[in-house]
């Protein structure tokens, strides 16, 4: 399992936002269904409301992230500013592999540990298990 969002050492690089692509879409591409978004008004005149949103990813709320703005869209675009750069966003391949190290056996052993094929060749499950540290 993968530590605490903010435990992470990211490796995902977003792109400079632009007016139609802006770091909002770029996260939620990023995270799929494992992001929500909690959003909501917490003050300001009838005619200039003021919102209130923060990411929950994977379950995890993540109130440092926690931005305003003058609309929930604008605070939420904040918010995935802040949590792009925090350099805690870990690329989505190196999660899947994680996610599939998870489904394995532990064994205590490590010398009797099998190869494990990854894209790029076969490795040694010692070798695996320092790259699944080393991503955590």
Same mark, same amino acid.
């Given at each position: 399992m993968? +530590?605490?969002?903010? /435990?992470r ?5 977003f ?8 770091y909002l879409p770029?996260l ?5 269904? &494992? ?9 300001? @005149? ?6 209130? %949103?923060? +990411?929950?990813? /994977? ?7 926690? #931005?305003l703005? @003058?609309? &929930? @869209?604008? #605070? &939420?675009?904040?918010? #995935?500013r ?10 989505? /391949?190196?999660? %899947?592999?994680?996610?599939? %190290?998870?489904r394995?056996?532990?064994?205590d /052993? ?7 094929l990854?894209p790029?060749?076969s490795?040694?499950?010692v ?5 699944l540290?080393?991503?955590?």
């Open positions: 993968l +530590p605490s969002f903010l /435990d050492q990211g490796t995902e690089t792109r400079e936002p632009s007016s139609v692509w802006g770029q939620n591409e990023w995270a799929g269904s &494992k992001l929500e978004w909690f959003a909501e008004r917490v003050g300001g @005149k009838d005619h200039q409301p003021e919102f209130e %949103a923060f +990411p929950i990813y /994977d379950g995890e709320r993540l109130e440092v992230f926690k #931005a703005g @003058k609309s &929930k @869209k604008a #605070a &939420k675009e904040e918010a #995935a802040l949590m792009c750069t925090s350099g805690h966003c870990v690329s989505a /391949d190196v999660y %899947a592999v994680v996610e599939r %190290a998870e394995l056996v532990v064994i /052993d490590y010398s009797r540990f099998p190869s494990v990854l790029s060749g490795v040694s499950a070798g695996f298990y320092n790259f540290f080393l991503c955590s």
